[in-house]
Structure formats: structure tokens, C-alpha cells
């Protein structure tokens, strides 16, 4: 009996929690409310307000499902024997591929710069601690590996994801992320894999030269 209310309970919160996805990647925060959500799942606001005391609350449970979602695609090959330039490209590439996807994710740095909300400061820096250390090991496994030089592993990767976070800034600065084109991702991704390539220049180990 517990098992079966413990799944129905879990199935409301995925309902809602998909609910209030695509409210707040169409949206936002700030223009969503918590009654548009509950109209859109069928429930009264009272009972939303059972499972989530706040907005906030439930932006925060939106950013980390996308987050867990991220995680999960980028460890597919993380946890691989893939050497780690190969990996540092694929990352780069379905890192801007993927975001298409998760808006909420693709908003983050804008939403949290131009807003003074606290809830933004929390979940941006959440999300980027998360892809500092996923880039770092990366580099950690290159220096490893030989491939890359023995540098800095966390300044470099800091250098790295702020470079492909300023690229997708500059499209927002001048369009929302709901009214990109098939042309602006495929810019968006010619961008993201010059910027690896142009990293990876400089931290590829210089080849061993034959006597």
C-alpha cells in the first residue's frame, strides 16, 4: 500500500515538475505563476502548494532535473576509456546540442546576471561547480594520459566554461533563447567547437620528436 502511494506520489511530482518545465523555459520566472501551473496539470493551486511551498522552490527542482538529465548524457562517455581530447570535443558538442533541449539550463547565466533573485545565484553557481569539476577531470585525465601538459586543471577549466557560456551570453544579449533559429544553434555549435579546438592548442602536449 505505502509502495503504491509512494509511486503515485512520485508520478504528481514528475507531472508537475514537466509541467512547470516548459512554463518556465517559455516564460520564465518572474511571468510565471504557481495557478498557470497548477491550470496546466489539472490541480488546485492549494495542492501545488502541498508539494512545492514556492515557486522558487519548484524552478529549483525544474533546473535540477535538467541538470541530472546533462550529467547523465555527458558520463556516458566520461566514465569511458576515450582518450581525453576526444573527450573534451564531444563534450563541447553535445554540451551545445543537448541545451537546445533545456532551455531552463541555456538561461541560467542571462537570468542570473540580469536578475537580482536569489534563487538564480544558487542554482547558477550549483549547476557551474558542477561542469568546472566535469571539465576538470577531463583535463585531470589528459594530464594523466600525457595528452595534455601538466597545467592548472581547475583555472583551465574555469578559462573553458566561461568561453562557451560567453558565446551563448552574446546570442542572448540580442534575442531570447525561445526565438533561436535552426541557424543560430548551428552557429552556436561552429562557435562552441572553434573554441575547443583553439583550446585544446594550447594544452595538447608538443609530440615527441623522432631522432
Known amino acids: 500500500m505505502t509502495e503504491t502511494k509512494n509511486k503515485n506520489e512520485a508520478g ?12 518556465f523555459a517559455h516564460y520564465g520566472l518572474c511571468k510565471t505563476t504557481m495557478n498557470e501551473i497548477a491550470m496546466d496539470v489539472g490541480m488546485g493551486k492549494a495542492s ?19 541538470q541530472h538529465l546533462f550529467i547523465e548524457e555527458m558520463n556516458k562517455f566520461l566514465n569511458s576509456n576515450m582518450e581525453a581530447t576526444l573527450q573534451l570535443k564531444k563534450y563541447v558538442k553535445l554540451r551545445s546540442q543537448y541545451f537546445r533541449h533545456l532551455l531552463n539550463l541555456s538561461k541560467l547565466r542571462s537570468d542570473f546576471f540580469n536578475n537580482g533573485k536569489p534563487i538564480y545565484a ?7 561547480n558542477m561542469e568546472l569539476e566535469m571539465v576538470a577531470n577531463i583535463i585531470q585525465h589528459g594530464i594523466t594520459t600525457k595528452e595534455f601538459k601538466r597545467i592548472n586543471k581547475h583555472e583551465y577549466a574555469e ?10 551570453m552574446v546570442k542572448l544579449k540580442y534575442k531570447d533563447i525561445n526565438e533561436f533559429s535552426e541557424i543560430d544553434y548551428e552557429d552556436l ?3 562552441s567547437c572553434k573554441v575547443a579546438n583553439m583550446f585544446l592548442k594550447e594544452i595538447q602536449s608538443e609530440p615527441i620528436k623522432q631522432v
Do not use: C, H, M, W
Not at 504528481?12 to 512554463?23: P, S, T, V
Not at 501545488?48 to 535538467?66: G, Q, R, S
Not at 578559462?159 to 551563448?168: A, E, N, P, T
Open 12 to 23: 504528481k511530482l514528475e507531472i508537475i515538475i514537466n509541467a512547470a518545465q516548459k512554463r
Open 189 to 191: 555549435d561552429k562557435k
Open 48 to 66: 501545488l502548494y502541498y508539494y512545492f511551498p514556492d515557486k522558487e522552490t519548484l524552478f529549483e527542482a525544474v533546473i535540477k532535473k535538467e
Open 159 to 168: 578559462f573553458l566554461v566561461d568561453l562557451l557560456l560567453g558565446i551563448r
Open 122 to 128: 544558487k542554482v547558477f553557481e550549483s549547476f557551474n
